[in-house]
């Protein structure tokens, strides 16, 4: 019997894929968010913390490759569960590290388990959710990431109000990340494979990098899957320094109570969650294009806000341009994979969209690693100054490289929307 998936499975899949966004953006933002209690518990010197916080992007970038080419060549649903166990393993390893060394390895794993995911994720998106709602739940991946945010700092924020020590604030908040991961694969059992994947038996091993010759035969195909790489790789380095490095930067602001800089740390992060709903809101108004353009806008005055105001000691300002930083990154970051996997055919979507995240992370785990000595050199004002650059970039390919793709026609796509037979 035929069942459509639209009536069966598509607020299936939208949950499942946006939990596992979720357990993505956990993984990704744990270190960050511990990172004053890592640095002066577990990890002393500049070198090894800013690998600490950069494994998770240094794997991130390795598992978009592989995750991505698995993803088309093995099938969606297999892909999944076999991060979900990743996570599971590593998030729970990571908790017990007995030495620094060993930590930096277990989050590189847990990295390539992000990487991989969200290549993975996507592809579902696009194959099992209609023209427009596709796009809209593509760009709650940054709500995602603010729930996450705010998770992980409320459950620090407990933990400071029971006197927890710092080894054991960092431990128990990096373990309990495997718990959404361990819900994600129970639910996955309900989790049929993408009709899509099932349909396109040709080509499923084409040549390395294929899929690119296949983008450029297309030119909006081949502007947007630039504006994928380049946007990619804008946002993800302000993720990667500033996004990452807020709460040791509120930590120099002379706040002598480590709670209130909790406190202080959530009421930053707390307005990404209106972005994070409205830009999906927006987003049939305003277009994936508007989005990107007003997101590195509203990062490019922050950050030069920012610098400013840390370069000359004003710092009771800059949490003003912290929170603009947070809703403009949310928004120039929701339109990268959305964009680049909806217009990708479904037989080298994997591919696509892993290796589009593969050029945004890598440049990320770099700036990662190298953020905190560029800091100590020049100061972290002066670094800051340095970070507008990104945005800049970034809005120049939004207005000048984009085109508008949202409610994009992929004949194959959008007339196949049909559960195989017997899948």
């Known amino acids: 019997m035929r069942k459509r998936i639209y009536k069966n499975e598509k607020s299936l899949v939208s949950t499942l894929m946006l939990l596992s966004l979720f ?11 511990s990172n004053f209690f890592i640095k002066n518990s577990f990890i002393k010197t500049n070198l090894l ?20 080419i698995l993803s088309d060549r093995i099938g969606r649903k297999k892909v999944f ?12 390893g990571s908790a017990i590290s007995p030495d620094p060394e060993v930590f930096i390895a277990l989050r590189f794993i847990a990295g390539i388990a992000v ?43 407990l933990l400071l109000f029971n006197n927890a020590d710092y ?49 450029r035969k297309d030119k909006l195909k081949w502007r947007t899957t630039k504006f ?23 930590s120099n602001f002379r706040i002598s109570s480590i709670i209130d800089q909790r406190y202080l ?9 209106p972005a994070g709903i409205l830009g999906p809101k927006f987003l049939p108004k305003m277009g994936l294009k508007n989005l990107s353009i007003y997101g590195y806008t509203i990062t490019l005055i922050s950050l030069i806000g920012s610098g400013i ?28 994979l959305t964009s680049q996997s909806l217009i990708s055919d479904p037989q080298y979507r994997g591919s696509a969209t892993g290796f589009s995240n593969f050029i945004s992370e890598f440049p990320a785990f770099l700036s990662i690693t190298i953020f905190p000595l560029m800091a100590g050199i020049l100061g972290i004002g002066t670094s800051t100054l340095i970070l507008a650059l990104a945005p800049a970039t970034g809005l120049v390919v939004s207005i000048f490289l984009f085109r508008e793709i949202y409610g994009y026609e992929n004949s194959f796509t959008d007339n196949e929307k049909v559960q195989i037979d017997g899948a």
Request: glycine share 10%; aromatic share 14%; charged share 10%.
């Open 228 to 250: 994928s790489w380049i946007s990619g790789i804008a946002s993800s380095v302000e993720v990667g320094t500033f996004a990452f490095f807020i709460p040791i930067i509120i």
């Open 309 to 336: 105001f840390i370069v000359y000691g004003y710092y009771l300002i800059v949490p003003l341009f912290m929170i603009l930083f947070v809703w403009g990154n949310h928004w120039n970051n929701q339109p990268i």
């Open 23 to 33: 357990v993505d953006q956990w993984n990704v933002f744990v270190v960050p968010m």
């Open 115 to 157: 990487g991989s995911d969200l290549a993975n994720c996507y592809c579902f998106i696009m194959d099992a959710i209609g023209r427009g709602d596709r796009e809209v739940t593509g760009v709650k991946n940054t709500l995602m990431a603010s729930f996450a945010i705010m998770t992980i700092n409320i459950l620090i924020l």
């Open 265 to 273: 740390i959530i009421f930053i992060y707390s307005f990404g969650l």
């Open 167 to 215: 080894v054991s604030i960092w431990r128990l908040t990096m373990g309990i990340s495997a718990v959404p991961a361990l819900f994600a694969l129970l639910v996955s059992g309900y989790l049929r494979e993408s009709p899509l994947w099932t349909k396109p038996s040709e080509n499923r091993k084409p040549p390395r990098l294929e899929f690119v010759r296949k983008l």
């Open 81 to 92: 569960v076999s991060n979900m166990l990743i996570f599971i393993f590593a998030d729970l």
């Open 49 to 68: 913390f800013g690998l600490a916080s950069g494994a998770i992007i240094g794997g991130a970038a390795v598992g978009s490759l592989l995750g991505g």
